[in-house]
């Protein structure tokens, strides 16, 4: 069983950049698929962005693309995503996923594809 603990959240202001990081425990990190997800005050999770296991191939929703880069060191258990020129409507708590993946390309943006899910990490993005 894997275990995600997120860091890295924080108080920024509108344009600014943090990087989230999500380090995993407990299971053989190169055989996951990961995720990114967020969900703000009042509203449902949604994904933001997603890795495959060997870091090949990234996918990101329409909202963050060209904003947000998903990473991942396998050599260290651990999956990032930096964000840059941060908005207000970015603020939500940010939450790390996990999911074993059979196949070395393959993706996944649903919530209900994860089994595994980290604590979650706030970013406030102020105006």
């Known amino acids: 069983q894997v275990q995600l603990v997120e860091s890295g959240g924080g108080l920024v202001q509108a344009g600014g950049s943090l990087r989230l990081s999500c380090a995993a425990s407990?299971?053989?990190?190169?055989?996951?698929?990961m995720g990114w997800f967020r969900q703000a005050p009042g509203k449902e999770r949604e994904f933001v962005a997603a890795i495959t296991r060997n870091g090949g191939s990234t996918y990101y929703s329409d909202t963050v693309k060209g904003r947000f880069t998903i990473s991942r060191v396998n050599a260290k258990n651990t999956v990032y995503v930096q964000m840059n020129s941060l908005k207000p409507e970015d603020t939500a708590v940010y939450y790390c996923a996990a999911d074993e993946g059979r196949y070395i390309h393959a993706i996944k943006v649903s919530e209900d594809e994860y089994e595994h899910w980290g604590q979650g990490t706030q970013v406030t993005v102020s105006s």
């Open positions: 407990g299971g053989t990190f190169n055989t996951y698929i």
